[in-house]
């Protein structure tokens, strides 16, 4: 058969055919979604967005928008909601989605399997899908006019993207940057990190 698994930075092998909860690092994860990119890659910066930052985000506004504070395996669940996208190092652009296939849907379900068990994440109720959904749809709207380049009527009609655009930055407040810049891969793996232990941390420390 031939080689279906990836040497990770760890240097643990992750095979993508048969997945377990303990073929990565939370590092290795950190740095494969610090790695992978948003909009195909294409940014009006001179750093592309990193589903790592883009992950962070919509765990920003999650924590913004519940009126009862999320608890911690409902912050996990946001943080790590495009987490297979790391580990494959794909975030495939929406019009491209239709020609991967079912045998790629397949690989992304095992992959989203065994992080939802190493990271004891609780399934979607119907609300909480829904309140997540609008929350990765404002950072995508955010996104496409602040970091990509659309423009608003641009985002409406040719994305089909029906959110409002956020003129603030959920981030820059708490890491001192420029509005909606992107960070460079060594940053953006940093505090994906710093934030994913910290989460599992107060699990540990609640249990």
């Not at 659309?150 to 420029?178: F, H, N, Q």
Request: glycine share 4%.
């Amino acid at each position: 058969m031939a080689r279906a698994w990836v040497r990770l930075p760890s240097g643990r092998r992750l095979d993508l055919l048969a997945p377990t909860p303990f073929d990565w690092t939370d590092a290795d994860l950190a740095i494969g979604l610090a790695r992978t990119f948003r909009w195909g890659g294409h940014s009006a910066w001179p750093e592309p967005l990193s589903v790592a930052q883009h992950a962070l985000t919509v765990l920003a506004l999650r924590r913004s928008r519940t009126r009862n504070r999320l608890n911690i395996a409902e912050e996990l669940r946001e943080l790590l909601h495009d987490a297979e996208e790391g580990l494959i190092n794909f975030d495939c652009i929406s019009p491209l989605k239709p020609f991967l296939g079912p045998a790629f849907a397949e690989l992304v379900a095992r992959l989203t399997q065994a992080i939802a068990a190493r990271y004891r994440l609780p399934a979607w109720a119907p609300e909480e899908k829904r309140a997540h959904k609008a929350a990765d749809i404002a950072a995508a709207a955010a996104e496409a006019v602040h970091v990509v380049g659309w423009t608003a009527a641009e985002m409406r009609e040719t994305l089909g993207i029906r959110s409002a655009v956020l003129a603030r930055d959920p981030l820059a407040a708490r890491y001192g940057d420029k509005a909606w810049q992107p960070w460079t891969p060594n940053v953006a793996a940093q505090r994906f990190l710093e934030e994913l232990t910290a989460l599992q941390a107060r699990r540990d420390h609640a249990a």
